[in-house]
């Protein structure tokens, strides 16, 4: 993500925004760090790193900021590829996956909120505890969720394409 913003607004810009950002900060490394951008504005200003070092660093960022993207891109090829494997598996549970994850993740996070409302309300000395707790499961939340929305988007996207993904059902085969 630097690498981006570096590519795109260059060095001197972004050395003024973190010597600001930095320089608010009252703690002894932000103020030695803001100084240090400072130095280094400085001897862009006076001419002691050349245009053409500077040229060079953007050039480098800009690399690195491709790079970056086509990493972003060779790893949403390999979810849609396992994606597209699923629709076309003949595994029912395979094509299932998606609703019965959804359906895990919303009954999941309905007993986590019971559970939750329950202290609030009956036990309001453990709330603080509890609330911190629910705080620090927000990363696991976060990846469930994450999963959850592409399988949403993907079933979306296939609906809108017209495509027919049949559905193993054990009376009779539906089609969605």
């Given at each position: 993500m630097l690498t981006n913003?570096?590519?795109?607004?260059?060095?001197p810009v972004l050395l003024s925004i973190l010597?600001?950002?930095?320089?608010?900060?009252?703690?002894?490394v932000t103020k030695t760090a803001?100084?240090?951008?400072?130095?280094?504005?400085e001897e862009i200003k006076s001419g002691g790193i050349s245009a053409e070092q500077l040229a060079e660093a953007n050039r480098h960022?800009?690399?690195?900021?491709?790079?970056?993207?086509?990493?972003g891109k060779a790893a949403l090829s390999e979810i849609n590829q396992s994606l597209r494997a699923e629709v076309a598996s003949?595994?029912?549970?395979?094509?299932?996956?998606?609703?019965t994850f959804?359906?895990?993740?919303?009954?999941?996070?309905?007993?986590?909120?019971?559970?939750?409302?329950?202290?609030?309300?009956?036990?309001?000395?453990?709330?603080g505890v509890v609330m911190a707790a629910l705080g620090n499961l927000s990363a696991i939340w976060a990846v469930?969720?994450?999963v959850l929305g592409i399988y949403v988007y993907k079933r979306?996207?296939?609906?809108?394409?017209?495509?027919?993904?049949?559905?193993w059902n054990p009376r009779n085969i539906t089609k969605n």
């Amino acid at each position: 993500m630097l690498t981006n913003i570096l590519s795109q607004i260059g060095l001197p810009v972004l050395l003024s925004i973190l010597g600001e950002a930095l320089g608010a900060i009252d703690t002894p490394v932000t103020k030695t760090a803001a100084g240090a951008l400072e130095k280094v504005k400085e001897e862009i200003k006076s001419g002691g790193i050349s245009a053409e070092q500077l040229a060079e660093a953007n050039r480098h960022a800009e690399k690195m900021a491709e790079i970056e993207i086509e990493e972003g891109k060779a790893a949403l090829s390999e979810i849609n590829q396992s994606l597209r494997a699923e629709v076309a598996s003949n595994d029912a549970y395979v094509r299932r996956m998606r609703p019965t994850f959804g359906y895990l993740m919303a009954l999941t996070w309905a007993a986590q909120m019971f559970g939750v409302a329950y202290v609030i309300v009956f036990e309001t000395d453990k709330a603080g505890v509890v609330m911190a707790a629910l705080g620090n499961l927000s990363a696991i939340w976060a990846v469930g969720l994450s999963v959850l929305g592409i399988y949403v988007y993907k079933r979306s996207e296939e609906k809108a394409a017209g495509k027919e993904v049949i559905f193993w059902n054990p009376r009779n085969i539906t089609k969605n």
